[in-house]
Nanobody, 119 residues
Framework: QVQLVESGGGLVQAGGSLRLSCAVS????????MGWFRQAPGKERELLAS????????YYSDSVKGRFTISRDNGKNTVYLQMNSLKPEDTAVYYC????????????WGQGTQVTVSS
């Protein structure tokens, strides 16, 4: 297992930017990929972006493609989510998650950070 701690959430006006960080500790050698998810009230948790831990291959959902960028700094064991052109509908709790050991699902989760976008 790994431990994940998110930071960087907050309140921003529509059109603004935020950068979320996710610090990773623990069994990092078993890491396969990292993902950023969000969950808004009354909605299901949504995968926004993911990045492979070694190769850096990325995936983006249609809802954030072109606005959000996922990146990683393996030296700092940190994954980032740069969010630009934020919209009120981006308001949600944002989570980072880790996929490890060849398993198909994201099994380790951070505690979440609130992002609120005002109109």
């Amino acid at each position: 297992q790994v431990q994940l701690v998110e930071s960087g959430g907050g309140l921003v006006q529509a059109g603004g930017s935020l950068r979320l960080s996710c610090a990773v500790s623990g069994r990092i050698f078993s890491m396969d990929a990292m993902g950023w998810f969000r969950q808004a009230p009354g909605k299901e948790r949504e995968l926004l972006a993911s990045i492979s831990w070694r190769g850096g291959r990325t995936y983006y959902s249609d809802s954030v493609k072109g606005r959000f960028t996922i990146s990683r700094d393996n030296g700092k064991n940190t994954v980032y989510l740069q969010m630009n052109s934020l919209k009120p509908e981006d308001t949600a709790v944002y989570y980072c998650a880790a996929r490890q050991g060849g398993l198909p699902n994201f099994g380790s989760w951070g505690q979440g950070t609130q992002v609120t976008v005002s109109s």
